[in-house]
């Protein structure tokens, strides 16, 4: 059995929607980011951590990729054309999605007031919707690497939801419509009611 450390209102939802598609069970220790709780496994007080025996393991696109490693589902094998694709589209959402929200999160609320530049946030705005309609261009199939549910999907999805939370211009047409029925996975529910 796993165990997250974080909530389901952070990154550690991904882990938690990675474990239901995995059909493993795991518990959950409720710690906020950088709480003293978050920093007894995580220095840095960010969340998620995943407790695996003895192994603590940080970062949540990490942990994600781990487990399906581990679990041989979702990911296409290691040292394969269609891994490299995976890794590439997994490395974009982190640099034009995730990295964007969290630069927002942190001139919204995770930085000191003296240190948040509220005028950067239209143009991360800007930013994410320009990436936004970059990824619904590529969308050809049922998932964003085709006919299976990978890694990235998850990754995606999160970080749709979340620009949602954050005030950003809802995600329309076909990435919208695509984000809406993966939250419709029995998976994604369960997750969500875990974390309610």
């Known amino acids: 059995m ?12 991904r882990v938690m929607w990675m474990l239901e598609e995995l059909g493993q069970s795991y518990d959950i220790i409720p710690a906020g980011p950088r709480t003293d709780e978050a920093k007894k496994y995580n220095p840095s007080g960010k969340v998620p951590a995943l407790i695996d025996g003895d192994d603590v393991l940080t970062d949540s696109v990490a942990i994600m990729q781990y487990l399906a490693d581990k679990h041989g589902a979702l990911t296409a094998p290691a040292g394969t054309v269609a891994r490299a694709k995976q890794d590439a589209m997994l490395f974009w959402l982190i640099d034009e999605f995730d ?42 199939g ?6 299976e549910i990978t890694v990235p999907d998850l990754l995606a999805v999160h970080c749709i939801n979340w620009s949602i ?14 984000a809406s029925q993966m939250r419709q996975r029995p998976a994604f ?8």
């Open 99 to 140: 990295a964007v929200l969290w630069a927002a999160a942190k001139h919204s609320f995770v930085f000191p007031k003296d240190k948040r530049v509220p005028e950067i946030k239209p143009s991360l705005r800007a930013e994410f919707d320009r990436a936004a309609t970059g990824l619904s261009e590529r969308l050809d």
């Open 2 to 13: 796993y165990t997250v450390v974080g909530t389901a209102k952070s990154r550690a939802f």
């Open 165 to 178: 939370g954050a005030g950003f211009e809802r995600v329309e047409g076909a990435l919208g419509k695509w």
């Open 142 to 147: 049922p998932f964003l690497m085709g006919a």
């Open 189 to 196: 529910k369960a997750a969500q009611a875990r974390g309610a």
